[in-house]
């Protein structure tokens, strides 16, 4: 179990608490839940802008538009709402469930690394915020690992699935084999979207060859490209660089 930590604040002084309470609203109303979705999405910005360390509550209440008073309605402090943040990309990067419950192995690998690259492209970002985070908070770190180590099942049972299938090399272990993959699309991402020495590539064509990296690394079958990706253009359209 690892320690609960308390992270570095570079803020102007210590964050006070409001009439001394701890306890916060989940947000159950309709205005709630929309006071919420604004201090996320501006505490996301602010941590992109300034770097965690710099960041301060009162300017992510001032991004937000809401009350100082009213943060703490919702959050108790600037880790708490960091860790919200952090749980909540690393699920949207990591969860292709959505995304590939149809089609074949092939369809499922596309889309899963169709669905990977977007979700890194939309939060590069904070993405970069976090990487710094996890080099000195044990807390962070853990909930990331976990989150990855979750993702490396979720893998691990798609390529026994596929050795059952018939469809994947029998002598490759399903969890190095899993991992060595998944981190080669994940580094290819971060060349594209955080340090630009992948950058220039068209999305779909990066896509494309991720997915045949992938299979022909597994001893897929040969197959045409354009039977896996037709009917797959018009979602990842959208994910092209901007």
Same mark, same amino acid.
């Given at each position: 179990?690892?320690?609960?930590?308390?992270?570095?604040?570079?803020?102007?002084?210590?964050?006070?608490?409001?009439?001394?309470?701890?306890?916060?609203?989940?947000?159950?109303?309709?205005?709630?839940?929309?006071?919420?979705?604004?201090?996320?999405?501006?505490?996301?910005?602010?941590?992109? /802008?300034?770097?965690?360390?710099?960041?301060?509550? *009162? +300017?992510?209440? &001032?991004?937000?538009?809401?009350? #100082?008073? @009213?943060?703490?309605?919702?959050?108790?402090?600037?880790?708490?709402?960091?860790?919200?943040?952090?749980?909540?990309?690393?699920?949207?990067?990591?969860?292709?469930?959505?995304?590939?419950?149809?089609?074949?192995?092939?369809?499922?690998?596309?889309?899963?690394?169709?669905?990977?690259?977007?979700?890194?492209?939309?939060?590069?970002?904070?993405?970069?915020?976090?990487?710094?985070?996890?080099?000195?908070?044990?807390?962070?770190?853990? /909930?990331?690992?976990?989150?990855?180590?979750?993702? *490396? +099942?979720?893998? &691990?049972?798609?390529?026994?699935? #596929?050795? @059952?299938?018939?469809?994947?090399?029998?002598?490759?272990?399903?969890?190095?084999?899993?991992?060595?993959?998944?981190?080669?699309?994940?580094?290819?991402?971060?060349?594209?979207?955080?340090?630009?020495?992948?950058?220039?590539?068209?999305?779909?064509?990066?896509?494309?060859?991720?997915?045949?990296?992938?299979?022909?690394?597994?001893?897929?079958?040969?197959?045409?490209?354009?039977?896996?990706?037709?009917?797959?253009?018009?979602?990842?359209?959208?994910?092209?660089?901007?």
């Amino acid at each position: 179990m690892v320690k609960k930590t308390r992270l570095p604040n570079a803020s102007r002084g210590r964050e006070p608490e409001v009439d001394g309470r701890k306890a916060r609203a989940t947000g159950r109303t309709v205005r709630g839940r929309k006071t919420r979705v604004q201090l996320l999405a501006a505490a996301k910005t602010v941590f992109v /802008r300034d770097g965690f360390l710099h960041a301060r509550i *009162a +300017d992510i209440c &001032e991004e937000a538009g809401v009350s #100082y008073g @009213s943060f703490y309605t919702y959050f108790t402090s600037k880790e708490e709402i960091f860790q919200e943040l952090l749980d909540s990309i690393e699920i949207d990067l990591l969860d292709v469930s959505a995304d590939v419950s149809d089609g074949d192995a092939y369809e499922r690998i596309y889309s899963a690394n169709a669905h990977f690259l977007e979700q890194y492209r939309k939060n590069a970002g904070i993405l970069a915020v976090i990487e710094q985070v996890v080099t000195f908070d044990p807390e962070s770190r853990a /909930r990331r690992d976990a989150r990855e180590q979750a993702f *490396a +099942d979720v893998l &691990e049972r798609s390529m026994r699935q #596929y050795q @059952s299938d018939g469809l994947v090399d029998a002598r490759l272990h399903p969890r190095i084999a899993a991992s060595a993959l998944g981190a080669m699309v994940e580094a290819f991402a971060k060349g594209m979207y955080m340090t630009g020495r992948s950058s220039g590539y068209d999305l779909d064509t990066v896509i494309e060859q991720l997915t045949l990296l992938w299979t022909n690394a597994l001893g897929m079958p040969p197959r045409e490209l354009g039977s896996v990706t037709s009917g797959k253009s018009d979602a990842s359209a959208s994910t092209k660089r901007r």
